[in-house]
DNA sequence: GGAGATAAAACGGTATACCGTTTTACGAGA
DNA sequence: TCTCGTAAAACGGTATACCGTTTTATCTCC
């Protein structure tokens, strides 16, 4: 399970808020996120808002420039075909290290496909499809190749967010698509077969391209 | 060719003077890094040293505990593990990346087969050896795959330094192996063909840990 | 002598202030 | 009108100070 988001300190909750802002596309690719404008609207000083802006470079949304101004990340399509490939290459390899930890963890897996159908929107659905994938890479066992996943999973978001805002996905037909394809997965997981999860996974992600719109 | 280590601030010539303590061992496993005290003897205030510790963490190379303390890294043989596998799956993806980009870039990869071979301590060949596979991967063209390996190689860095020091490895002996198989590996790349230059980086890895002393 | 309470010291989180550099906006001249 | 220069405003880097919490060391009681 992913850790439980408790934004105890002020740089928690701002790294919070900014990223929700980010990530709705509420803040426009491209925008100046000036330290002391961000502290005085949040309502706090600038040492957290400066710590919160490291820890979005790091996750990917925000971009600092030569002189150290930080800016909302702008993704091309060549950044998502960067993403795209490593998911494909790290997911595969956690499924892989996982399959022997498929013995009665796969609860965990199924929970999340029943809340991915009770869900009522395309971000909810997108959450939880993020959140599957995580879990695999959680149960991998390997806590840096997890580090790594989270470490792009930002962006992952971002472009998704940006994607169903141009393309106005519908709500029935992801959650399905997605639900049926995770259902495969887990019912593949199963066999506990290292190779066959790897196998698995890949062709997942592989289909998932197809399934998205036009990414160009 | 991997960025130029200018110390402009405050933060990075910190993050340096602890970096090198660190990997050099001079700072022991499980020391604490207090701020102020490092800030004192640094000469310089305590929010460049936070900051250099917030870099420094994501480097692996420093650990907070839930309370927010900075510790030198204490590896464990499962997180050299984890490193291991992490090696031996990056590196032939972005061997397989770069394989189209082979065909005039390889001086570079040759500059540093040079350099090692007039290397004259083990630290030396180390380091140009980690250079040599950060080398194929900035080559690989995948700035995130290039991220990704860096923030891994801090603590590579930290192991393979603690190894040699509790083995004191020869230099001649360290430094043929490393240049033999780094030649090696260019000859191959010639070829340009991607599954035979990923297969390439894949064995190597794999004979690189048969080379190691004792990882247990 | 050992476990627990307690007070002092250490430490991190954060606000504020200052300074040098970078940006930006405006105005003069071509 | 466009370009270039210049000054003001914006901004980030860093030092310092304050406060609440955590650690640590000492003292007490069993």
């Given at each position: 399970m992913p850790k439980a988001p408790s934004p105890s300190s002020r740089s928690d909750s701002t790294a919070s808020l900014l990223r929700q802002e980010i990530v709705s596309g509420?803040?426009?690719?491209?925008n100046l996120l000036a330290e002391a404008a961000v502290a005085q609207r949040l309502g706090v000083s600038r040492v957290p808002v400066r710590e919160a802006l490291f820890t979005l470079e790091r996750e990917g949304l925000v971009e600092f420039s030569a002189t150290g101004r930080a800016f909302v990340k702008d993704l091309t399509t060549s950044d998502f075909e960067e993403l795209y490939v490593l998911r494909l290459n790290l997911e595969p390899l956690a499924a892989r290290l996982a399959a022997p930890h498929f013995k009665k963890d796969l609860s965990s897996l199924e929970e999340n496909v029943a809340a991915t159908q009770r869900a009522k929107s395309v971000h909810e659905v997108t959450r939880l499809d993020l959140e599957f994938h995580e879990l695999i890479l959680h149960m991998s066992g390997n806590t840096r190749l997890l580090k790594l996943w989270r470490s792009l999973r930002g962006e992952l978001e971002l472009w998704l967010g940006r994607l169903h805002r141009q393309h106005q996905l519908q709500t029935r037909e992801t959650q399905a698509q997605t639900v049926e394809a995770h259902r495969g997965i887990i019912e593949g997981f199963k066999t506990q077969t290292p190779a066959a999860c790897e196998r698995l996974l890949r062709e997942h992600i592989l289909g998932w391209r197809e399934w998205l719109p036009i990414v160009s």
């Open positions: 509420e803040a426009a690719p491209g």
